[in-house]
């Protein structure tokens, strides 16, 4: 896929408040600081995009970009920051819940893991979770270039095994670097993909 145009639409605070369209969405997610703005930004070519920020929990908000006027490219609120008062938490979570249970729109949802961790409790619920509600999801590894590729794909398959506890089939998985870009036509031509039968 080559992406010409991909601009900014809005940020909603809810579903209610999402945009009326019926393209398809794309959905990226992860526990906080996992790299998700700078994989936006690597996705689109676009280094603004998507706001960047070395303070995790930064996303607040569902945030809209419209990618060559055929999909959108959906930014959601991080899981997982602890820094933040229980009633933030919740409002985060309802966010979430909410959007990924009702918005008829979501195509796929990409959940992003940090390629460097040992299988994080959080993310192993949040996965374990979509699988419960048959969400359709992918998962990306980032940072792979903070591993050699013999650790990263140590990595990569201790998750495989340590999912398979509890999966009979596993989702589609990536390997990306947003600094060296590692991934970014594996990401974006499964979307391609999607969005064929999709059409």
């Known amino acids: 896929?080559?992406?010409?145009?991909?601009?900014?639409?809005?940020?909603?605070?809810?579903?209610?408040?999402?945009?009326?369209?019926?393209?398809?969405?794309?959905?990226?997610?992860?526990?906080?600081?996992?790299?998700?703005?700078?994989?936006?930004?690597?996705?689109?070519?676009?280094?603004?995009?998507?706001?960047?920020?070395?303070?995790?929990?930064?996303?607040?908000?569902?945030?809209?970009?419209?990618?060559?006027?055929?999909?959108?490219?959906?930014?959601?609120?991080?899981?997982?920051?602890?820094?933040?008062?229980?009633?933030?938490?919740?409002?985060?979570?309802?966010?979430?819940?909410?959007?990924?249970?009702?918005?008829?729109?979501?195509?796929?949802?990409?959940?992003?893991v940090d390629s460097r961790l040992e299988p994080q409790k959080n993310d192993i619920e949040f996965i374990n979770k979509l699988g419960e509600l048959q969400v359709p999801f992918a998962i990306i590894f980032t940072k792979a270039d903070k591993l050699g590729i013999t650790k990263l794909t140590a990595n990569i398959n201790r998750y495989k095994t340590y999912l398979m506890d509890s999966w009979d089939k596993l989702p589609p998985v990536f390997a990306t670097s947003a600094d060296k870009h590692i991934g970014r036509d594996d990401v974006l031509n499964y979307i391609d993909e999607i969005n064929a039968a999709f059409l």
């Open 1 to 112: 896929m080559i992406i010409c145009k991909a601009r900014f639409i809005k940020s909603s605070p809810g579903i209610s408040l999402c945009p009326d369209s019926k393209l398809p969405e794309y959905a990226f997610i992860g526990r906080s600081n996992v790299g998700k703005s700078s994989l936006i930004n690597m996705l689109t070519q676009q280094p603004k995009l998507a706001q960047v920020s070395s303070s995790p929990g930064k996303t607040k908000l569902i945030n809209y970009f419209l990618i060559n006027d055929e999909w959108y490219l959906v930014d959601l609120p991080g899981y997982g920051y602890t820094r933040t008062s229980k009633i933030e938490r919740e409002k985060f979570s309802k966010i979430i819940t909410d959007y990924i249970i009702q918005r008829e729109q979501l195509t796929l949802l990409f959940v992003l």
